[in-house]
């Protein structure tokens, strides 16, 4: 290979943005001509890294938009700690067929068993499949809702929120909500049915919810 032809490929390269395929070029030539590799092994291989490169980056920009507090990771969470969560329930739900099929999930338990953690990890299943996911605390959210409902922009905070394919919202119920926060929270979760994928965690049980709502009627509606 001459010097002109080394050159423009590095530059073709760098105009197509195969900035991997560039880093590992000359390495990869240089054993190529070593083991005698085949162009098509050659390729194969410098195709394979870029590929790998961009999907990790992909995945490194779509947890940075989750928001995750923290990382979980579902190989983690001590299931013989926790033997009241069936584990066969959560490794289905990691297979993420219920964003496929746009169903939420309820997490309800005490505090520490386990829900946030669950949550989260579910979540990053999804993100490592290419699913757009955001978490969110409760009261963050209801007050980025309820800002938005006074400036008269909560349609286009809803369809912002919309935008991802799974929704967490954690710790409902922890602090109960006033009326709007109530009316905000109804209109996101009633307009993601059926058309994305919500996870909620709760210390309170199904009957506590009229409560935490202030509006059995709302929290009833919501339920179902």
């Not at 195969?18 to 190529?32: Q, R, S, V």
């Not at 291989?45 to 995750?68: P, T, V």
């Not at 394919?165 to 954690?170: G, N, R, S």
Request: hydrophobic residues 40%; negative net charge; contains cysteine.
């Amino acid at each position: 290979m001459n010097n002109f032809t080394y050159e423009k490929l590095h530059n073709n390269l760098q105009y197509l943005k195969l900035n991997t395929i560039e880093e590992l070029l000359d390495n990869c030539l240089e054993i190529a001509a070593r083991d005698s590799k085949t162009t098509m092994e050659v390729l194969d291989y410098l195709f394979e890294q870029e590929k790998k490169h961009r999907e990790a980056a992909a995945i490194e920009r779509r947890m940075k938009s989750a928001g995750f507090p923290v990382k979980k990771m579902l190989e983690e969470f001590d299931f013989e700690f926790q033997s009241s969560i069936n584990k066969k329930v959560i490794e289905d739900l990691a297979t993420l067929r219920f964003v496929h099929n746009a169903e939420n999930i309820v997490l309800l338990g005490p505090p520490g068993v386990g829900k946030s953690h669950l949550a989260i990890a579910l979540g990053i299943e999804a993100v490592k499949a290419g699913i757009s996911v955001h978490f969110t605390n409760t009261g963050n959210l209801i007050e980025r809702l309820k800002i938005a409902n006074r400036e008269g922009i909560l349609e286009k905070k809803i369809r912002d929120l919309m935008k991802f394919k799974v929704l967490i919202i954690d710790e409902i119920g922890y602090l109960p909500f006033d009326d709007e926060g109530a009316h905000c929270l109804f209109q996101l979760i009633s307009r993601r049915y059926e058309k994305s994928s919500t996870i909620l965690t709760s210390n309170k049980s199904y009957g506590e919810w009229g409560e935490i709502f202030k509006d059995h009627v709302i929290a009833a509606a919501l339920l179902d």
